[in-house]
């Protein structure tokens, strides 16, 4: 397992355990106590990824190391959903891990320039975020000083992180000594964003118990699973009649794909043979960039038999 699992387990859980502490001292529970971290891997096709320690460094103790390659198994690169924060790690020949993570302060982008008056990473708040780290050693006492250099990055529209150059110095709490690295690191080409399109047909049916028969498709640019619901609306005189049906689609990239099934009516009514309005949505999550994707479509479907 690569130190990143482990890392992002261990960052969640003192996270975690930090809200806790808080809760107990009174405090209220928000969104904001947890931290965000960088948890979208990208393949790496390109990276070099050097450091020098000084002797009284807790993180390195005095090691220095640099190497470079273009295996995936070699270097790893994890981003934010917000192009805000970014973790790079390099596998060293003797098979240990080193690792960065860089964060932009209060949020924002990160972007080239130079980070000043920085703050342990992801607890950085609105000041940069850094940490450097390998072969099982942090800054323990939880607290750095330093500063980062991005000298290039580009990041595409929609948060896919192409390449990233940069350059760091961190000194832990309580050491005597501090360490600096750099990085290169190039990824393939950005995926495209999934689209997703669904369809209900016009024509269902009614089963002998008053369920409705409704189906459609649904076409993705990415093989995805998509759950599709749909609500179901039949006027019957003073009455309406309700009901919902929710299916999961495995979708191919590329093809059209049929979804069906009954929709129960609420209440112990029936489904007749007529007219009734139904609203189709299809959801799904494009796991590259952390998104869910939701189309919506509302044909006006004939049960069994209908008049004009």
């Given at each position: 397992?690569?130190?990143?699992?482990?890392?992002?387990?261990?960052?969640?859980?003192?996270?975690?355990?930090?809200?806790?502490?808080?809760?107990?001292?009174?405090?209220?529970?928000?969104?904001?106590?947890?931290?965000?971290?960088?948890?979208?891997?990208?393949?790496?096709?390109?990276?070099?990824?050097?450091?020098?320690?000084?002797?009284?460094?807790?993180?390195?103790?005095?090691?220095?190391?640099?190497?470079?390659?273009?295996?995936?198994?070699?270097?790893?690169?994890?981003?934010?959903?917000?192009?805000?924060?970014?973790?790079?790690?390099?596998?060293?020949?003797?098979?240990?891990?080193?690792?960065?993570?860089?964060?932009?302060?209060?949020?924002?982008?990160?972007?080239?320039?130079?980070?000043?008056?920085?703050?342990?990473?992801?607890?950085?708040?609105?000041?940069?975020?850094?940490?450097?780290?390998?072969?099982?050693?942090?800054?323990?006492?939880?607290?750095?000083?330093?500063?980062?250099?991005?000298?290039?990055?580009?990041?595409?529209?929609?948060?896919?992180?192409n390449s990233v150059d940069a350059r760091f110095?961190?000194?832990?709490?309580?050491?005597?000594?501090?360490?600096?690295?750099?990085?290169?690191?190039?990824?393939?080409?950005?995926?495209?964003?999934?689209?997703?399109?669904?369809?209900?047909?016009?024509?269902?049916?009614?089963?002998?118990?008053?369920?409705?028969?409704?189906?459609?498709?649904?076409?993705?640019?990415?093989?995805s699973s998509v759950n599709v619901a749909a609500?179901?609306?039949?006027?019957?005189?003073?009455?309406?009649?309700?009901?919902?049906?929710?299916?999961?689609?495995?979708?191919?990239?590329?093809?059209?794909?049929?979804?069906?099934?009954?929709?129960?009516?609420?209440?112990?009514?029936?489904?007749?043979?007529?007219?009734?309005?139904?609203?189709?949505?299809?959801?799904?999550?494009?796991?590259?960039?952390?998104?869910?994707?939701?189309?919506?479509?509302?044909?006006?479907?004939?049960?069994?038999?209908?008049?004009?």
């Amino acid at each position: 397992m690569a130190r990143s699992r482990i890392g992002h387990l261990l960052l969640r859980a003192v996270a975690t355990a930090g809200l806790l502490v808080g809760l107990a001292a009174g405090g209220a529970a928000a969104d904001d106590d947890v931290p965000e971290l960088p948890t979208l891997q990208q393949p790496v096709v390109e990276g070099t990824f050097g450091f020098t320690g000084e002797a009284g460094d807790e993180v390195t103790q005095g090691l220095s190391e640099n190497w470079d390659g273009a295996e995936d198994q070699s270097f790893i690169v994890q981003r934010s959903s917000h192009s805000n924060m970014l973790l790079v790690e390099a596998k060293a020949p003797d098979g240990t891990w080193w690792g960065v993570d860089l964060g932009a302060p209060g949020g924002r982008k990160l972007t080239a320039g130079t980070y000043t008056d920085v703050a342990q990473f992801p607890f950085h708040g609105d000041r940069p975020g850094l940490d450097f780290s390998g072969a099982g050693r942090w800054c323990s006492q939880g607290a750095l000083t330093g500063s980062f250099t991005v000298t290039a990055v580009d990041w595409t529209e929609e948060g896919w992180l192409n390449s990233v150059d940069a350059r760091f110095e961190q000194r832990c709490k309580g050491s005597t000594g501090a360490s600096r690295g750099y990085f290169h690191i190039r990824s393939t080409p950005a995926p495209p964003v999934l689209k997703l399109s669904v369809s209900g047909a016009r024509t269902g049916g009614v089963t002998p118990g008053g369920r409705a028969v409704l189906h459609g498709t649904v076409r993705c640019t990415k093989t995805s699973s998509v759950n599709v619901a749909a609500h179901l609306e039949q006027q019957q005189g003073a009455a309406t009649v309700t009901g919902w049906l929710v299916e999961s689609v495995d979708c191919t990239a590329g093809r059209s794909v049929p979804w069906e099934g009954e929709v129960r009516p609420y209440g112990g009514a029936r489904f007749l043979d007529g007219w009734a309005d139904a609203t189709v949505d299809a959801r799904a999550d494009d796991w590259d960039y952390a998104l869910e994707v939701h189309v919506q479509k509302a044909p006006r479907v004939c049960l069994g038999a209908c008049g004009s």
